[in-house]
């Protein structure tokens, strides 16, 4: 099974900040890796698909990159409404798993 | 619009069953992968199962292998997960969520249905 470490495991930051989320695989994944936003009482959200694609609807504040083991999430300015626990995960082998999760909390 | 909804959730003495729906709408049904996925209470996100949009493969998670199922009727628009042998460790919220068009990511979601697995 393919382990997704996310880090780091809390993310203080103020509004208008540049948020930066690692995953890092077990082993090379290529780009299969996506990205999910899920706040409080939520289901998740797809952000970001094959490492680097906004899913439809997703703002161009988020970005993704990375391709193998290590891989980048970046919120180029955090809006109020970006506060939640973002996870990856990876499609390249069965079973699929995600990250442990990230969140990103106000400062 | 794309709607899921998860149906069958409850509180259920371990070593017993329970079986949970997903009913979709809003989309070609059988034209898509479905997933379940659980969390949980207060924990991450685990992925459990997929079937195949024709129901010919499916494909579970080590924790489960064995003792669920997942299953599909296309005619229904529905996916189940027949859940057996119930321990306290399968406690979560079971979200299903559908692939999207390449199967690159879950791009829709459920509500999610709440299982409690208690004596």
Redesign the interface.
Known sequence: ?IVLTQSPATLSLSPGERATLSCRASQSVSS?L?W?Q?KPGQ????L???AS?R??GIPARFSGSGSGTDFTLTISGLEPEDFAVY?C?Q?SN????????TEVEIK | QVQLVESGGGVVQPGRSLRLSCAASGFTFSNYGIHWVRQAPGKGLEWVAVISYDGKNKYYADSVKGRFTISRDNSKSTVYLQMNSLRSEDTAVYYCAKDDSGGRGFDSWGQGTLVSVSS
Not at chain 1, 43 to 46: F, N
Not at chain 1, 94 to 101: D, I, M, Q
């Open positions: 099974e299969y996506a999910y899920q289901a998740p959200r797809l970001i698909y094959d694609n899913a439809a996870y995960q499609r069965w079973p699929l798993t995600f990250g442990g999760g």
